[in-house]
């Protein structure tokens, strides 16, 4: 018997902010004069403003999928799949209709566009891509990443992503993302040259904040421990609903011999050959239907997986704070000693073990104009590192403030999102237990009528 997954809205509480309104994901995507309240909200350099964007709201989607081949960097033949992005002005100034844009976008450049935003715009919880290669799925369903179902449920799932971002109202400002859904040529060189990859923190660095931080913030913390729980949830969820669909298909299948027996034994017995004959038909149809039942539970396990990828996007959140904090602690560290340094040098005295002091011992005291010229180094580097510590504290308390106001946002999307989900899943599932019910009443009237 499978064991229960545990309660996903057992959740942290972070301290009470103004949440963000929530913005669901539609074909219409607002852009620019729709998000006029973000405009200060800690913008990343690529934040367009109204002089150099006039695009009001569009509509996005990503509508077909190409297979191709072309020569890799390493000047080597590969296959890929290319994805058409068409966007369209739905605000018209002039009466006149716009013409749709289009342009063609790999799979890699989606990955590129996220890397940026996860960069510039730290405090975000930024949406995920959808899998690159297929996991989570019942052994019927093939995991290639070249197949067209599969294919085809990945163009869903980054049109969904631009949908996202485009509704976000910060991310949807920056220019970087409107040149993505508008620029096909450069469009590589353009993200490369805001330089994002010298800004992106080591995973080295990362750790070595996770472990050597001594006051962690606790609703970073309970952050942490919450993604850990949905993604440990979902990812039950979604094993469990493989192993049902491959029994699932097993028990439909077993209908498809029935129909087979039916229709076998009409040909033999001529007086109950059409009750058997039509009790076949119903028992063949039924059979062939969990194929598509199937097919459309696949996008709801997308749905899922997309919250279970958002996952790793609460974790990005938090190790972003974690190094600003081993920053700040390292300022504040670095500040005390100083301090302490001036101190003594002041006073004369030396109150802990140093190299400093040891070589003034083999080497006899410094004179007093070298003492003073100490002095007023150490005055200038403190007050230095006064400022500094000032401003990092500064930064800290607006990145945790816009990054509470963005959690609070995404909590609001993901409990709506997964609601939604789940209760189309469970009106699916009648639908069809339904369905079942309703063969077997049908070839039982077959067999009364024999």
Known sequence: MEQAPPDLERQWQPAPLEPLG???????????????????????????????????????????????????????????????????????????SVLTDSLWRRYSEFELLRNYLLVYYPHIVVPPLPEKRAEFVWHKLSADNMDPDFVERRRI????????????????????????????????????????????????????????????????????????????????????????????????????????VFSEWSAIEKEMGDGLQSAGHHMDVYASSIDDILEDE???????????????????????????????EMAAQDLASKKQQCEELATGTVRTFSLKGMTTKLFGQETPEQREARIKVLEEQINEGEQQLKSKNLEGREFVKNAWADIERFKEQKNHDLKEALISYAVMQISMCKKGIQVWTNAKECFSKM
Request: with cysteine.
């Open 22 to 96: 929530h913005t669901d994901a539609g074909l219409q995507a607002a852009v620019g004069e729709e998000a006029e309240g973000s405009r200060d909200e800690v913008p990343g350099d690529g934040t367009m403003t109204e002089n150099n964007f006039g695009l009001k709201k569009i509509e996005i989607s990503v509508s077909e999928a190409e297979k191709r081949t072309g020569r890799n960097a390493m000047n080597m033949q590969e296959t890929y799949t290319a994805y058409l992005i068409e966007t369209r002005s739905v605000e018209h100034t002039d009466g006149q």
């Open 157 to 260: 799932g980054l049109e969904n992503f631009l949908l996202r971002v485009a509704s976000h109202p910060i991310l949807c400002r920056d220019k970087i993302f409107y040149l993505f859904l508008t620029q096909e040529g450069n469009w590589k060189e353009t993200v490369n040259e805001t330089g994002f990859q010298l800004k992106a923190d080591s995973r080295l660095k990362a750790l070595n904040a996770t472990f050597r931080v001594k006051n962690p913030d606790k609703r970073f913390t309970e952050l942490k421990h919450y993604s850990d729980e949905l993604q440990s949830v979902i990812s039950h969820l979604l094993r469990v609903r493989a192993r049902v669909a491959d029994r699932l298909y097993g028990v439909y299948k077993v209908h498809g011999n029935y129909g087979r």
């Open 298 to 328: 696949e996008h709801y396990a997308d749905q899922l997986k997309e919250y279970l990828f958002y996952a790793e996007a609460l974790r990005a959140v938090c190790r972003k704070h974690e190094l600003m904090q081993y920053d700040l």
